[in-house]
């Protein structure tokens, strides 16, 4: 259905007014266009004037065509107050924080995760050890799709590609000898849904711990598309509800655990599924528009709200449209929260992300080129001023990475921010004509396709419909064929293919036993609790979810009781009933 309010679009549109600066004066400008155009005529072959603007074939990239040579002809409307502006500065564009890098660097965030909770306590310690500033933890399939290890779906994938975590004990052991309020945690969650059983757990954890829910710091996912769109699971709820869970997320930990970052808006899964570079952002966009509509209608406010927003982007291959798209983003997120939302704490104006190399562009050819990759996706996540970072590792390709592979990551970072000189000035890049030619398209493209979803009747509206699936599907299917003739070249894979056989690499070789130690242990946790309890606390976890009010405050007890994920996940399913995707091929 569409919808007849206006669109973001619109309004920014409307609050655009004022007096403008531009940069460069029209006689400079006339004197630049002659010269460049005798230049063109004289010195660019014909075949470089005829093909002058070109899209960059790369994965998962925007398409956007690049002229070969950029000017001040291309950014003649600049003006400096309004599209850049000095750092830690509306419009934000240069940066969040006056100084940067030179203030706090980036936090070297490595992913954790495999095995039972034992094993990846022990990861956590190595990274830690070795100059992780935070932790963030995967978890295995089984408990991200909200089933206990001993459910009949969970076989033989308990501790894989992530670590299993079934009640808070677990989470008790995830975290020995870590102190949850001096450290910043990253947890993995993905969904809505399991977002309010896991996170009551660590809440309960926190209080057996005697730590207070002020003193925790960090964030959790808790996004709509990776639960409705991105997953592939047996079972969903209906999107309406998933969205009335993430905003009961959201409202809950603002209220009760104010260092929090309550949803971290994701566009790197989505991307990572198959879609562009623009779309990863105007979707994540209109899921905080909607977000925050339904949150200021509970009583919140937008200047509160913005403070603990957060962002997770993939970053590609299209290094130069990587450092723009994070400019352009920031950018137009300040606009959103100012102009949309009348926000006054510059503080909720800013957009502050974690930013994870694109797996999707590793390869299992020669897999050591992707030491390179994430090399430059790294660069591209500092030059544009991201927050947090995660380098994907070299083996990722096969499996969880190897200790002596997380390690050379965590270096990857440790040399971007301590060797190469690039932290110590604030938005280096900025200037480039061709940077603030890309940022301003970029920005356009992203704010138009907002303003397509918002048409759509908004963004949960577009995953019912399957408007945001059918988005994907052809994206996806466009990017197949182009690498299949060759278009989109990838080096080892379909270009400079090499006959030389390399040395194999180490892969990781998950512990043993894991699936049989987690089934044990819930066998032996439903025999000691106080069932009654439990099955109090669920049923007024059923009546929660049936009512009108927050239902947070009942998934904690759950937790504190020793309800296990999957008994809290099939009082959803009873309550707010199964929902059937549209088909996405």
């Not at 549109?13 to 005529?41: M, V």
């Not at 997120?333 to 949309?340: D, H, K, N, P, V």
């Amino acid at each position: 259905m569409a919808s007849t309010k206006p669109t973001t679009k619109e309004i920014l549109a409307r609050a655009a007014g004022g007096s403008e600066t531009p940069l460069y004066n029209p006689q400079a400008l006339a004197q630049i266009k002659a010269g460049f155009d005798a230049w063109r005529e004289a010195s660019v072959r014909p075949a470089d004037r005829e093909n002058w603007a070109q899209a960059p074939a790369t994965v998962l990239g925007s398409e956007i065509p690049r002229n070969m040579l950029y000017t001040p002809l291309d950014v003649a409307d600049l003006d400096y107050a309004r599209h850049l502006g000095n750092s830690g500065q509306a419009p934000f564009t240069r940066g969040v924080h006056a100084n940067m890098y030179r203030g706090r660097r980036f936090t070297r965030r490595q992913l954790a995760g495999y095995g039972g909770p034992e094993d990846t306590n022990q990861r956590i310690k190595f990274l830690l050890d070795h100059g992780a500033t935070g932790i963030s933890i995967i978890f295995d399939l089984p408990t991200i799709q909200m089933y206990d290890s001993d459910d009949a779906i969970a076989a033989g994938q308990v501790g894989m590609s992530g670590v299993a975590i079934d009640s808070v004990e677990d989470m008790d052991r995830l975290f020995a000898d870590i102190a949850l309020d001096q450290v910043t945690v990253s947890l993995v969650t993905h969904y809505p849904s399991n977002s309010a059983l896991l996170f009551p757990m660590y809440l309960a954890l926190a209080e057996k711990r005697g730590i207070p829910w002020e003193a925790l710091k960090g964030s959790i996912q808790n996004d709509v598309t990776l639960e409705e769109v991105v997953r592939s699971g047996p079972e969903y709820i209906p999107p309406r509800d998933c969205f009335r869970i993430q905003c009961d997320n959201m409202e809950f930990i603002r209220r009760n655990v104010p260092q929090w970052n309550f949803q971290t808006l994701n566009g790197y899964n989505l991307r990572e599924f198959g879609t562009s570079a623009v779309t990863e952002m105007a979707v994540a966009l209109a899921n905080l528009v909607e977000s925050m509509e339904e949150l200021i209608g509970r009583g919140l406010t937008a200047d509160d709200l913005g403070q603990r927003a957060a962002f997770f982007w993939s970053i590609g291959n299209d290094f130069f449209e990587e450092v723009a798209r994070i400019r352009a983003v920031r950018r137009l997120y300040g606009r959103i929260m100012t102009q949309r939302f009348g926000v006054t704490n510059p503080r909720a104006a800013w957009m502050r992300c974690h930013v994870q190399t694109s797996g999707v562009s590793l390869t299992r050819s020669e897999p050591l080129n992707n030491v390179v990759r994430a090399g430059f996706h790294a660069l591209a996540a500092v030059l544009g001023g991201a927050q947090s970072l995660h380098v994907d590792s070299y083996d990722e390709a096969y499996s969880v990475p190897t200790e002596e592979a997380a390690l050379l990551s965590l270096r990857t970072q440790q040399i971007i921010e301590t060797e190469t000189g690039v932290c110590e000035v604030v938005d280096p890049l900025g200037g480039s004509f061709y940077l603030e030619a890309l940022t301003n398209e970029l920005e356009s493209r992203i704010l138009d396709e907002l303003a397509e979803i918002e048409g759509k009747g908004g963004y949960v509206a577009a995953v019912e419909s399957g408007w945001l699936q059918a988005r994907i599907r052809d994206y996806f299917h466009r990017e197949r064929e182009r690498m299949e003739r060759g278009e989109i070249r990838v080096v080892g894979e379909n270009a400079y293919q090499g006959e030389t056989k390399l040395p194999e690499i180490s892969v990781f070789e998950y512990p043993e036993g894991v699936e049989e130690r987690m089934k044990a242990r819930l066998g032996e946790l439903r025999l000691r609790r106080d069932n009654a309890a439990v099955e109090a606390a669920l049923k007024g976890l059923e009546d929660a979810c049936r009512g009108g009010g927050n239902l947070l405050p009942a998934s904690v007890q759950c937790a504190r009781v020793l309800c296990s994920e999957g008994e809290m996940f099939k009082v959803f399913k009873r309550a707010f009933g199964l929902w059937r995707p549209p088909a996405l091929w």
